[in-house]
């Protein structure tokens, strides 16, 4: 464990390596429950970190800053006005994003899951480097029903894989959908685009959205469109066609109708083709936010002096899908007392 800077408010944060012989593995930090770096080999053995990020705390606290590696929630993605009705009652949370001057509540609201101090613990479970979080989110925490307690832990396996265990109980009926926001990078952070990278999804379907990148409601077949990546096509290939699904998220910012459900299986894959690293993506939500740094802009200051230009990382976010409290025809993210949310994603390396 490392310092790792101190919150706006003075608090000491920290970051933990969790780390396999040959040097794959994870430095996390306890800010935001962010996954900072992210070292995986290349096709001779070289590593590289392949997630986008900043050295220190302070560029994590930045408002600005684009959710890199970020935990995401109590409820991620968008909701829309920023408002929601359960159970007869309407709550209102903050709106702290406005795609075509449209306002919603993205990612939990500026004070989000990612925004605060977990409590952790570094252990190892198997034989398995683990690091458990943990973090107690009040009733009325950025206009959220009831007290949840949620649990993340995260473990770099002996077969090259960070898992994401999440797991989370309320006092009362409230929405939660968690995930990972890291942005990747394949040929290491730093490089300039991902619009070469090879990506396969595993969906048939995905939620077209309306100028606010809030969900239509329908789920659409991808065939025939530059959506369908049931087969591989590199990022690049068709992102700039006249569309308008492209022209609204400015590139590919869509949820995904995942095929496999319920149990953890395979979501996507994504093949860096230069350096021969590859990442396989299962989860066992219905849906990923295929996500490619179109927001980007080259401004912030990166890890190792690096900056991120638009489309320099790609985010495949595991989810339930977006705007869910305000669409009964989506599977439902309403957590109830007595109930466990459970939730698990893994990000898998190889090397071709
Ligand atoms: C959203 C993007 C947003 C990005 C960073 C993604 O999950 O889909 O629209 O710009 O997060 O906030």
Redesign the pocket.
């Known amino acids: 464990m490392k310092a790792f800077g101190l919150t706006p408010d003075g608090r000491e944060t920290h970051l933990f390596s969790l780390r396999r012989d040959g040097g794959f593995g994870a430095d996390i930090s306890d800010f935001g429950g962010t996954l900072v770096r992210l070292f995986a080999p290349d096709r001779h053995g070289e590593l590289a970190d392949v997630v986008l990020g900043f050295d220190s705390v302070r560029g994590y606290t930045q408002p600005t800053c ?2 890199f590696g970020s935990t995401v929630g109590r409820c991620g ?1 968008r909701i829309a006005h920023g408002r929601f009705t359960l159970d007869g009652k309407t709550y209102t949370l903050a709106t702290n994003n406005a795609p075509a001057g449209i306002p919603c509540h ?2 939990g609201g500026p004070g989000g899951f990612d925004k605060v101090l977990w409590q952790a613990e570094q252990t190892t479970v198997g034989g398995d480097p683990v690091l458990r979080l943990r973090y107690q989110s009040r009733e009325g925490e950025e206009g959220y029903p009831g007290n949840l307690d949620v649990t993340v832990e995260f473990t770099v396996t002996a077969d090259q894989a960070l898992r994401i265990d999440y797991s989370a109980t309320t006092d009362k009926a409230t929405p939660v959908n968690l995930t990972n ?1 890291a942005y990747f990078n394949l040929a290491g952070e730093g490089s300039r685009s991902v619009l070469g990278h090879v990506l396969t999804l595993n969906a048939t379907r995905y939620t077209p959205v309306n100028a606010g ?1 809030i969900p239509l409601g329908e789920l659409a077949p991808v065939a025939d469109t530059p959506f369908d990546f049931r087969a591989p096509h590199t990022v690049g290939e068709r992102i700039d066609r006249p569309n308008e699904q492209l022209r609204f998220g400015a590139g590919y ?1 869509h949820n995904f109708v995942l095929d496999g459900s319920g149990s953890l299986a395979l979501a996507a894959t994504v093949l860096e083709p230069l350096s021969g690293r590859e990442l396989e993506v299962l989860t066992t939500e219905p849906g990923v ?1 295929f ?1 490619s740094g179109n ?1 980007l802009d080259g401004t912030l200051p990166g890890k190792n002096g690096h900056t991120y230009p638009r489309r320099s990382g790609l ?1 495949l ?1 595991t989810q339930h899908f977006p705007d869910s409290p305000n669409q009964p025809g989506f599977p439902s993210v309403i957590l109830r007392p007595g109930r466990s949310y459970r939730s698990t994603t893994v990000f898998r390396f190889k090397a071709r």
């Open positions: 684009p959710y993605n993205l990612h926001h990148l910012d936010q996500y927001f985010c976010e």
